[in-house]
């Protein structure tokens, strides 16, 4: 029988990844940590989220997004789930959700960075903004903080580019966070 100590540094590293990659970096505005987990379904999702409306967007050539609604108002989207498993214009219900993402201030991170916040206050959590980015094919802005929680990111309106520049570590004062996502891949 092999012991747990034979299996030394190894093992470690695997648990390490297993807990950051479980631990919930997400909670709503009242504590509660964010029902939606590594390894759920978009049913088990649905199910623990408990929607009033969810409506569906799919994106082309790359899968479905869920949106899930507050309350009975179609504008009112606090999250989405996306799931690359779903083709063919058809929800599949069983397919594991790839990416959460954030668009409202009801849930923040751990360090309580929320959508909204201003990209100075972000600093005061999780360190000094190394870089934003634009992203392709979108050119949508993320930003890289000192200290990122694990699978997240951070789309922002803000950051100050040069023309043909892709990076920049200036940011206008009302710069700030427009959305978190958080992938469990």
């Known amino acids: 029988m092999r012991s747990v100590r034979g299996l030394g540094v190894p093992l470690l590293i ?5 807990v950051s990659a479980n631990a919930q970096t997400i909670v709503a505005t009242g504590g509660s ?7 759920m379904t978009i049913g088990q999702a649905i199910q ?4 009033e409306l ?17 309350n009975g108002s179609y504008e009112d989207i606090p999250l989405t789930l ?8 058809v929800i599949n219900y069983s397919a594991k959700v ?3 993402t954030l668009h409202s201030e ?6 309580g960075v929320h959508v909204g916040m201003l990209l100075k206050d972000v600093e005061k959590k999780l360190g000094k903004l190394k870089k934003i980015y634009t992203s392709e094919p979108t050119f949508e802005q ?11 990111s951070f789309a922002v309106f803000g950051g100050i580019l040069e023309d043909s520049q892709r990076e920049t570590q200036r940011y206008s004062p009302d710069a700030k966070i427009a959305k978190i996502s958080i992938s469990f891949y």
């Not at 623990?48 to 929607?51: F, G, I, N, T, V």
């Open 98 to 100: 790839n990416i959460v």
């Open 14 to 18: 695997v648990l390490s990844f297993a």
């Open 54 to 70: 969810q409506t569906y967007v799919l994106e082309p050539d790359s899968g479905w997004f869920l949106q899930i609604h507050e």
């Open 142 to 152: 993320y930003a890289v903080f000192e200290k990122m929680p694990p699978s997240v």
């Open 106 to 111: 009801k849930y923040r991170t751990r360090e």
């Open 82 to 89: 996306w799931s690359d498993d779903c083709q063919d214009y």
């Open 33 to 39: 940590p964010l029902p939606v987990t590594r390894g």
């Open 48 to 51: 623990a989220l408990k929607p």
